[in-house]
């Protein structure tokens, strides 16, 4: 069974990927938890997703643009096979393959 700081994270995660901004008071009203333990979260988060903070009026948490709403949508196994398969590929199919990666696999500032 997964704790609730996880399932919680993966919630932030979700909704920070279909492109809303978020707040620290929100979450610690949605989720009942403490200020430290929601800026936890996005500390967590911000180390595979590039989250942007915001101080003051129209603040909050949010991403940078250009991030897809389907970034890391794929396993460990299926990015390491596609990995796999895109080495066997065709240049065309190759590049078809490293696309779905980019954006479904886990954010990678070097691809943008």
Request: with cysteine.
């Amino acid at each position: 069974m997964l704790d609730n700081a996880f399932q919680r994270r993966r919630e932030i995660e979700r909704m920070l990927l279909s492109g809303k901004r978020l707040t620290t008071s929100g979450m610690m009203a949605r989720y009942g938890v403490g200020r430290n333990a929601i800026r936890r979260d996005f500390d967590i988060i911000g180390e595979e997703l590039p989250v942007v903070s915001k101080q003051g009026y129209d603040g909050g948490y949010f991403l940078i643009d250009g991030v897809g709403q389907h970034q890391n949508s794929l396993s460990h196994e299926q990015l390491e096979c596609l990995e796999k398969v895109a080495a066997f590929c065709g240049t065309e199919d190759r590049e078809t393959i490293l696309s779905i990666i980019h954006e479904f696999g886990p954010y990678c500032e070097k691809n943008t």
